[in-house]
Structure formats: C-alpha cells, structure tokens
C-alpha cells in the first residue's frame, strides 16, 4: 500500500514539473508597470485596489494595492496588451485606455474623483438576494436577510431550498441524506442530532453566507454524496479595529437570548480577528408515535401508543481567535482556534399504553427522565501560504488538531400500571453515564500551478489524517437503591483511523468552453475494539474518485453544463458506535460497527437563461446506502433503532430557479425541485422496493419600502417523501421581517417572526416485516424575534485565511 502511494506522490510531482518545463520553454520577457494615484480632495487613497486586465478577453492578470502617498507597481509583468481598473467604495472607476507593455512604463499621475454622497448612498443600499443560484452552488446570503435575524444556523437551514430535516434531526439536501456541514471550509465533527443541537447553538447573526454545494471537485474530501453545506461566518474586512455587536430576543412558548459580538483589527501585516457568541435557549418537542406489532401472517399482534414530551435548555458559548501574518509581499502565515462549549438539561416525560391484538389496553407505563448533556470542542489550525511567483503559482499548508469531549449523565425512572391503573410491579430506575473522547490530526498542502501560456490551471495536493475515539458507556439499576452495573447496555468502543489522499485537479477556459477533470485517491486504514466482549474488526482499502465538470457558452443568453463525480460518504463515529442508548424501556438505539461505506455516481446538466434563471437536471445511483433502520427487537415489544446498508439507491431531480424583479423595490427568488428516489434491497428481512416523486418550493421575497426601511416574506413547500421504510407527511411554513436602519445606516432593528400559521409539523409513517408505526411530531416553531445590531469600524481589505484541513474527519466525530 505504501508503494502505491510512494507511485502517486512521484506523479504528482512528475505532472507539476513537466507542466512547469514543458509550457516554459519559451520564457517570457517581464517588465513593471507603475504610476500614482491621486484625490481631487485630498482623501485618503490607500483604500483604492488596482486590476490589471488583459486587453482581448479581460481576463485579470494581478490585483495591486496602493501606499499611503498613492504610489503603485505592477512588477514582472509579461510583454503584452493591458487596461488598468481602479475599485474603490469612496472613488468613482477609472479604466484605462489600451497599454502596450513592451518596456518599464511610468503611468504618471491619475486623478480620482469622489464619489457623490447620492452615490454612496445608492451603493450602500444595494441588498443581495437572500437566495442565488449559481452551476454548481446554491448560496444563502444570511446577513442581508431580515427574517434569518435572531434564528439559529439550524433554522435558517430549514428555510433554504431543497433542504429538509427529518423528525431525527438528520439534514438531506434534495431529498437525500448524507451532507456534509462546514463552516469556513472545515467540516463540522458531528451528526445526526449533535449536529443539529450544535448548529441550534449557532446564532444567525454571525452567518455571512451558507453554499450549498451540489458537485464538489476533487480537491475536495470526497466524502458527502448529497453534497456539501458551507457555512461561511462574518469576517472583518476593515482597516484598524471595527466589527459589530447584537443582541436579539425571541419568544415562542419558551424563550431564546442571543447576543454576539464580531471583532477585528488589521495593522500593517497583522490581521487579528475574534468572535463570541453565547446562546441560552428553551426549545420543546412533543412526538406522539403508535406501534403495531404483526405476525408471519402480517395480522396485529399487539402495540403501544406514546406521548413523548421533551423539553430542552441550553446554555453555549461559541469562540474563536486567530490572527494572520504577512511575512513579506508573498508569504502569510495564520493561525486559527475554535470552540464550542456547551452545557444544557434535556427533560422528557412519556406516558405508554400497551394494547393487544384487539386494541384492547393491557396496562401502561410512564418515564420520567433527566440528562445533562456537556460537549467541550476545541480545534486549533495553523496555515501558511507561499506566493511563488506573479504567474500565479502557489503553496499552501494547514495543520489540524481537534479534541472533542462529551459527558452525558442520564436519569430515568419508570412507573408501570395495570388495566385499573393501580402498579403492576416495582418502578425501574436507570443511570446512565457516557463518556466519549476523540482526537483528531490532519496535515495537508495544496500546489496551484497555472499554465498562462494555454489558459490552463493545475491543482495537485496530498492529506493525511489520523483519528482516536474512545466511547465508555456505563449504565445501573438503581431499582433498588443499589448501583448494579447493566452489563447488556454498558460497553467501551475503541476507535482508529488513518485517511491517507493525494488528487489531482486540471481546467481550461476558452472563448465558450470551460473543461475541468480531476482525480482523487484515498486510502482508508480503520480499527474497532469493543472491550466488553473483545469483538474488534480492521478495514483496510483503496479507492479512487473521478470528477469533472463541462460547460459551454452558447451566447450570453445561454450556458450549458454537465458535472459527473464519485464519491464516498463514510459513517460516523457514533454510527459505528455499537452501544445501546436507552430512550425508553421499549426503545434504544444501537451503532453498527459493520457498517460499509455508501458509494455515489452522480450526473447533473446545468442550463442557465439569461445569467439568471436556472434549470437543473440530475441522476445518482449510491451502494451500499446507510439507512436508519427502527425494527422488532429480540425482546417481544421492544424496537431497536440502528443504521444498516441497503443493495442500491436511485435518485432523480430536476430543479428551476428564477428571480422577480419589479423596478427598485421588489425582489423574488423562487426555487422548484422535483425529485424521484427509488430504494431497492432487503433489510431486517423485508424486501424494499420504495419510491415517490416529490416536490420542494422555497420563495424569497423583499420589497423596498425606503431608503432605511424594507420587509422581507419568506415561504415554503414540501411535499410528501419517502426515506427507505419512511414515509414522510407534506408540511409548509411562512415567515414575515421588517427592518429599520438608523443612525447613518450603522445599527439596525429587526423584527422577525417564523413559521406564523404555527404548520411546520411532521408526520410519518414506516413499515416493515413484523413492525410498523405512525408519529406525529410538533415544535417550538412559531418564534418571534426582535433585534439590535451596530456596526462599527471602516472599510478595507480583512483577513485572507482562516479555515483548515481537517474536514471530513470533524463532521463524522461524535
């Protein structure tokens, strides 16, 4: 396996030197460009940014920056034909006529002109659509939406298009599941439910932008078969120090208190930048489930009615500090840290009928139960970036270390009943202590090479990546006021594993043709250990992931696109986890360490009107699919929830976007998606055979009342869909903002209210051999906000990097 490795990485530095020798034997003749910039008023001029462009096809060929006296240089710039653009927020644009560079030339003086405070005020006011389309991403601008304001990045996700979350809190994008969730490109160590009480932890107000990314390249992990959801955080972009502060309630049946506060301070090379966010917040759910049992013969054999109340706190504290560092003009070295600290009490209360095979009742039981959840997650990223010379070569380099810590302290106490409702026999009384540790290491570096002279560019990169998880889990009958260890639930589960990559990545623009091809291998080396029983399993395997993508422009009413790439959606850490989680004494859950990975075939054509109405059309075949899986247990009445892999999964969409625009003071973005799955396969002996075509509408919509004062009205559809064995009822929502800038357009107020006809709620229905139920499931969804937000600071240019390597491995954590 090393050998194959030692192959790859002497062809990865084959490729870049041959691209390097083969397309520079003719060397180019370089020359400087230079010149001054000056104000008719004498303004400041350093906030100014020089573009130079090619003459023939306006391609940028380098960004310059002026000093404090407005001096500029462009060195080492091949012979040729130029145009020079200013950019600036305070000046009006200045383009050059044609230059011919065939030797050092002064530009001399250029004179600026102020922008009109008119025009200030029209640029400011200018808002990005809360939702736009792009060929391979959708992206949620957040901070320029008014009824995100005092969400949680959870809720905010709910409301962007083609995106679900199912009564498990599990995210799918379009209808499937297995996404990946970054946040500033680092991918986010955990699933399922810690994902979603992580993101609940996360305030909106300090989301910039969230990509939804359909069709990732190679220089991607190749994890996330559905897709990859970014979630880019505010960034300080300004000269000296400057940032902003907020501070939002909400009321639903429980309230909700977000304050955050943005900093960050730019000085000569140093870039320093900070973050804190704290979350107390009181959420509800209420899930009524009913059960039947059935024999060889698919006739009742008995059931359960549940009425499940849980109640949730959550106190959070959300950090992050870093800095970065020009060494000189072509090298920056940063560091990044993070972390989420996390102290809540979850409080449930379910009452259970028992039924025969009559519906006739047999007795009931209630559990009373009462967990402390405590999550402490820290990372640290170190990153360094080389500028190798003016053609745009590159390196990069990031070290990852991440420690995720959790601490779960679980009561439950069961009382049962007869027919008469007096007790039928002692209560039970369980405590839970579960313990989890992971260890997370990742080092990566990342070449770019563009090959100026065919209008190429080439990518290579290599990754390694180690992780440790050690999971103790101890339970004991309390019943009798003893401390009696379960052995049936208790377990300890060791964890190993070592992702080693390298890709390759090649693109080319023509006049109308855009062509890009990648390549990424990995290998995967994994150990599992359960102490109790001394059961343990090694994997070891290789695999490579294709990906490109071919577009073509028509005219500039048409583009035409199509993406092809596999991929790999390994399962979680907590999914491998084989421990039984007690929810109840006829429910739990349960890991499967023999979990394979699922395996993703993925096509999409991409059409585009006019640069703005988009239309998608898309097929994917995943093996191997992970499914969450309730069935009867051995017990008689007792289900057990776990992951297992079905034979295959077909997956069809076809998607249309399209804004409205009416004059200046409305603006609609609308997103259509149909899709079709199909699962085929056998699972806990039922033969599956389950589709649906389903239908997913999301419109954004904001009207302009004033120049300081706008409404945003947000809606959405879902219909019925179908997940493996469940089934899923149509739900809809709607939402209502108004904003009011003050004080110079330097604070703002915002009232907000979410899901105002209280419809955001879930049903759904799953069955199999021997077991089938129906749920009903409704939250805290009707939330009211109101919020205060200042800005404080300048404009300039902020940090460049701030995000790290360890990605794929964070997400699956926990």
């Not at 104000?39 to 404090?68: A, F, G, P, R, W």
């Amino acid at each position: 396996m090393k050998k194959n490795f030692c192959y790859l990485f002497v062809l990865i530095f084959y490729l870049s030197i041959s691209a390097n020798s083969g397309f520079s034997q003719e060397k180019p003749i370089f020359f400087e460009l230079k010149g001054k910039l000056i104000s008719d008023q004498n303004q400041k001029i350093d906030e100014v940014t020089l573009h130079l462009l090619n003459t023939n096809d306006k391609k940028l060929v380098k960004i310059e920056y002026v000093t404090q006296s407005g001096q500029f240089t462009f060195d080492k710039i091949p012979k040729g034909n130029y145009i020079l653009v200013t950019q600036s927020m305070a000046y009006i644009k200045y383009q050059s006529a044609p230059i011919e560079l065939n030797k050092n030339t002064d530009l001399g003086t250029i004179r600026l002109s102020p922008l009109s405070n008119n025009l200030k005020e029209v640029s400011i006011a200018a808002v990005k659509p809360f939702i736009q389309q792009q060929y391979d991403k959708t992206v949620i601008n957040v901070s320029s939406s008014i009824a995100a304001v005092g969400s949680t990045a959870l809720e905010v996700l709910e409301k962007a298009p083609g995106i679900t979350i199912d009564q498990n809190d599990n995210i799918a994008m379009r209808g499937r599941q297995g996404v990946l969730v970054m946040i500033d490109g680092k991918l986010v160590p955990m699933s399922g439910q810690d994902l979603a009480n992580m993101l609940r932890s996360m305030s909106a107000n300090q989301i910039e932008k969230i990509d939804l990314i359909t069709n990732p390249s190679s220089k991607y992990d190749a994890s996330g078969n559905s897709g990859i959801i970014d979630i880019r955080l505010k960034k300080g972009k300004n000269d000296g120090l400057n940032g902003n502060v907020t501070m939002s309630y909400s009321q639903g049946i429980y309230p909700k208190l977000n304050p955050s506060i943005n900093i960050n301070h730019k000085v000569k090379n140093l870039n320093i930048f900070a973050s804190y966010n704290y979350s107390f917040r009181e959420d509800m759910t209420n899930l009524k489930i009913f059960r039947n049992f059935y024999n060889a013969s698919d006739q009742v054999t008995g059931g359960n009615d549940f009425d499940n109340f849980f109640k949730f706190t959550s106190n959070s504290h959300n950090g992050r500090i870093g800095a970065d560092y020009n060494l000189g003009k072509n090298t920056i070295i940063g560091f990044a840290a993070n972390g989420i600290f996390t102290n809540g009490s979850v409080q449930s209360a379910s009452n259970t009928n028992d039924f025969n095979a009559t519906h006739e009742l047999n007795g009931s039981l209630a559990t009373n139960g009462k967990t402390h959840p405590v999550r402490n997650n820290g990372s640290i990223n170190f990153n360094f970036k080389q500028v190798l010379d003016t053609a745009g070569r590159e390196l990069t380099a990031d070290f990852d270390y991440a420690r995720y810590l959790n601490n779960d302290i679980q009561n439950y106490h069961t009382r049962y009943f007869g027919v008469d409702g007096l007790q039928s026999k002692d209560p039970y009384t369980l405590f839970g202590d579960l313990k989890g540790k992971l260890n997370i290491k990742s080092f990566k570096v990342d070449y770019t090479h563009p090959v100026k002279s065919i209008g190429a560019n080439l990518e290579a990169g290599i990754k390694a990546s180690w992780v440790e998880a050690d999971n103790d889990v101890a339970f004991f009958d309390r019943s009798n006021g003893g401390n009696i260890p379960d052995l049936g639930k208790s377990n300890r589960f060791l964890y190993d594993e070592q992702i080693n990559a390298a890709y390759i990545n090649a693109s080319k623009k023509w006049t109308k043709l855009h062509l890009q091809l990648g390549l990424r291998l990995e290998n995967t080396i994994a150990k599992g250990t359960q102490v109790t029983n001394n059961d343990n399993f090694d994997k070891n395997y290789t695999q490579l992931f294709p990906s490109g993508y071919l577009g073509y422009k028509f005219n500039k009413q048409n583009d035409l696109g199509i993406s092809v790439s596999r991929r790999i959606d390994r399962p979680s850490y907590r999914q491998l986890n084989p421990f039984k989680i007690f929810l109840n004494p006829l429910t739990y859950a349960a890991g499967n360490p023999f979990l394979n990975p699922e395996i993703t075939t993925s096509t999409e054509l991409t059409y585009t009107f006019l640069q703005k109405y988009t239309t998608k059309l898309g097929y994917s075949r995943t093996t191997d699919n992970i499914l969450n899986v309730l069935s009867p247990d051995v017990e008689p009445g007792t289900v057990i929830q776990t992951f297992r892999n079905l034979a295959k999964f077909d997956y069809y969409n076809l998607s249309f976007s399209f804004p409205v625009t009416i004059g200046k003071w409305f603006n609609s973005s609308n997103t259509a998606l149909m899709y079709y799955g199909e699962y085929k396969g056998n699972l806990v002996n039922t033969n599956l055979n389950a589709s649906r075509l389903s239908f997913n509408f999301n419109s954004s919509n904001s009207i302009i009342i004033d120049n300081n004062t706008s409404l945003e009205v947000l809606g959405s559809y879902q219909s019925k869909s179908t997940y493996g064995f469940l089934e899923v009822g149509k739900f809809w929502s709607a939402g209502l903002g108004a904003q009011r800038q003050l004080w110079n357009k330097k604070a703002s107020v915002k009232l907000n209210i979410s899901d105002i006809f209280y419809t955001t709620k879930i049903e759904g229905v799953t069955k199999l051999t021997g077991y089938g139920e129906h749920f009903f499931q409704k939250r805290d969804s009707r939330v009211g906000t109101i919020s205060f937000n200042y800005r404080f600071g300048g404009q300039g240019i902020g940090s460049k990097r701030k995000t790290g390597g360890a990605e794929e491995e964070k997400r699956r954590a926990n």
